[in-house]
C-alpha cells in the first residue's frame, strides 16, 4: 500500500511538474496564443464558395448530430443568441471569437460555421466541398438578415445585467440611524 502510494505521488508529480513549470514560467505571450490552428478553419486555396440550399441548412442548423456534445447550431444561436454586434457587418470581418481563439483577423461566413463545429461543437470541421457546408451557410445567411446588433445583446453586457442587487433590496432600516 505504502510502495504504492508512493509511486502514485511520484508519478504525479513528474506528470505535473514539467508542464505546471511551462505554464507559469514560460512564454509570456502564452496568454494570448491562439488555441486552434486557424489552418483547420481557414478556406483551402483556390476555394470557390458554392450556392447551397437553405431548407437543408435549417435541418442542420438544428441538428445535434453535427456535433459531439449534444449541441445544436441552434442551442445557443435561437433567437440571435450569441452573437454580437460583429454578425450584422458583411463578410468577411472580424469576430472576436475567431481572432481570439484561433488568431485570425477576420474571417468569412464558412469559416466561422467551422470555427463554430471545431469549438462550441467539439466536432470535426465540415468538407470544404460539402452541401452541409454551403446549406448551413445559405441558412446562416438568412438568420443574418434579421439581426439587429444591440436587440439581444447590449454593446455594454454589462449594462444588461440588473444593477446591484443590494440597491434592490429594501433599504435597511439600521442604515438610517
Ligand atoms: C456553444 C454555443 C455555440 C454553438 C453550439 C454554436 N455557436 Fe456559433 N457562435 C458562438 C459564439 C460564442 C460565437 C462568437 C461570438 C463572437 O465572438 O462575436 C459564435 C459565432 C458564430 C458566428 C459568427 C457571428 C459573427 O459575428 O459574424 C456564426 C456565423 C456562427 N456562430 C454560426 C454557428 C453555426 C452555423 C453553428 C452550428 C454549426 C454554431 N454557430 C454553433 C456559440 C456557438
Same mark, same amino acid.
Given at each position: 500500500?505504502?510502495?504504492?502510494?508512493?509511486?502514485?505521488?511520484?508519478?504525479?508529480?513528474?506528470?505535473?511538474?514539467?508542464?505546471?513549470?511551462?505554464?507559469?514560467?514560460?512564454?509570456?505571450?502564452?496568454?494570448?496564443?491562439?488555441?486552434?490552428?486557424?489552418?483547420?478553419?481557414?478556406?483551402?486555396?483556390?476555394?470557390?464558395?458554392?450556392?447551397?440550399?437553405?431548407?437543408?441548412?435549417?435541418?442542420?442548423?438544428?441538428?445535434?448530430?453535427?456535433?459531439?456534445?449534444?449541441?445544436?447550431?441552434?442551442?445557443?444561436?435561437?433567437?440571435?443568441?450569441?452573437?454580437?454586434?460583429?454578425?450584422?457587418?458583411?463578410?468577411?470581418?472580424? #469576430?472576436?471569437?475567431?481572432?481570439?481563439?484561433?488568431?485570425?483577423?477576420?474571417?468569412?461566413?464558412?469559416?466561422?460555421?467551422?470555427?463554430?463545429? #471545431?469549438?462550441?461543437?467539439?466536432?470535426?470541421?465540415?468538407?470544404?466541398?460539402?452541401?452541409?457546408?454551403?446549406?448551413?451557410?445559405?441558412?446562416?445567411?438568412?438568420?443574418?438578415?434579421?439581426?439587429?446588433?444591440?436587440?439581444?445583446?447590449?454593446?455594454?453586457?454589462?449594462?444588461?445585467?440588473?444593477?446591484?442587487?443590494?440597491?434592490?433590496?429594501?433599504?435597511?432600516?439600521?442604515?438610517?440611524?
Amino acid at each position: 500500500m505504502k510502495t504504492l502510494s508512493i509511486v502514485l505521488l511520484l508519478s504525479a508529480a513528474i506528470g505535473n511538474f514539467p508542464i505546471g513549470s511551462a505554464s507559469a514560467a514560460g512564454n509570456p505571450c502564452a496568454a494570448g496564443k491562439p488555441e486552434i490552428d486557424a489552418k483547420t478553419i481557414t478556406r483551402p486555396q483556390g476555394y470557390k464558395p458554392m450556392a447551397g440550399d437553405a431548407k437543408l441548412g435549417e435541418k442542420l442548423w438544428h441538428d445535434t448530430k453535427l456535433s459531439t456534445n449534444g449541441l445544436s447550431c441552434n442551442s445557443c444561436h435561437q433567437d440571435h443568441g450569441a452573437f454580437q454586434s460583429s454578425f450584422a457587418k458583411p463578410y468577411p470581418h472580424q #469576430v472576436a471569437m475567431a481572432r481570439d481563439k484561433a488568431g485570425m483577423k477576420r474571417v468569412h461566413l464558412d469559416e466561422m460555421i467551422q470555427a463554430c463545429m #471545431v469549438m462550441p461543437m467539439a466536432a470535426k470541421p465540415l468538407p470544404w466541398d460539402s452541401r452541409e457546408l454551403a446549406a448551413l451557410k445559405a441558412y446562416t445567411l438568412g438568420v443574418q438578415k434579421t439581426f439587429k446588433p444591440g436587440a439581444k445583446a447590449p454593446a455594454n453586457p454589462c449594462s444588461a445585467k440588473p444593477a446591484n442587487p443590494c440597491a434592490a433590496k429594501p433599504a435597511n432600516p439600521c442604515a438610517k440611524k
